[in-house]
């Protein structure tokens, strides 16, 4: 259901906010509280149906309990991590430091114990939503699950970080920018002249290597860095995988 608090005239379109959170004295409280701040609730009880909103509309936020009936929220994290950039803010009652530590690893935004207060909850969500429009779209290149984050300057893999030094995700965003096109390995050392070399440099190869032990599957057999022999590297263009 969506919230029918009365909405404050802001001047400006009122942030779309889910909430999927099985407890209903707490959603109504959050409503109340949210809608009276000018933001647009609308309220999911399972897994199942914040899923089922998701794919009706968009949100520009999503506020999300760690425990639901039907799903474990660290699991509905991760799916929609893997397909979506906005804004997660956990609930739990589970106040545990590893609880937080996984779900921000995997892709949440920020991390909220209850009890709250419901103005720490509106402090929270605006200062995940002021993150977001810092950035621009621009600054995130997406093939499938992979997201290399210009800004950032980080590449997640369904949303979670991958560990690259500077110079190897220097030579992944150079491959990932120019998708499709086959660069030899003058072509991208060339690229790489305005780049701090780590201190023990061998060869791309060797960068290439470690890069896809990082974001391949199975970097024995990859998919997103291919081998052309006697040609160069290339990065798939189309990725669903």
């Keep these: 259901m969506t919230s029918g608090a009365a909405q404050p005239d802001t001047g400006r379109m009122a ?4 909430m999927i959170d099985d407890d209903d004295r707490l959603a109504g409280m959050v409503s109340d509280y949210l809608g009276g701040a000018g933001f647009r609730l609308t309220l999911a009880g399972t897994a199942r149906e914040g899923e089922g ?9 999503i506020i999300l309990d760690l425990m639901l009936p039907d799903a474990d929220g660290l699991d509905l994290c991760r799916r ?13 009652a589970r106040g545990e430091p590893m609880d937080r530590v996984v779900g921000l690893e995997i ?27 810092s950035a621009t779209p621009a600054d995130i290149l997406r093939f499938g699950r992979l997201e290399i984050d210009r800004g950032a300057r980080v ?26 096109r086959v660069l030899t390995r003058d072509a991208l050392m060339d690229l790489m002249k305005g780049e701090k070399l780590e201190a023990f440099d061998r060869s791309v190869d060797v960068h290439i290597s470690r890069i896809r032990a990082a974001i391949e599957d199975d970097p024995k057999k ?3 860095i291919l081998t052309l022999r006697g040609a160069g590297y290339v990065f798939a263009r189309d990725q669903d995988r």
């Design 15 to 18: 942030e779309r906010i889910l």
């Design 53 to 61: 909103w998701l794919k009706r509309e968009s949100f520009d936020a």
């Design 80 to 92: 929609l991590r893997a397909t979506s950039d906005v804004p997660i803010l956990m609930l739990t």
């Design 107 to 133: 892709g949440a935004d920020d991390y909220l114990a209850k009890p709250f207060e419901p103005r720490e909850l509106q402090a929270r969500l605006r200062a995940i939503l002021r993150r977001k429009g």
């Design 155 to 180: 590449a997640r893999l369904d949303g979670e970080e991958r560990t690259l030094t500077s110079y190897q995700f220097a030579l992944l965003l150079a491959l990932a920018e120019r998708a499709g």
């Design 222 to 224: 990859p998919r997103r």
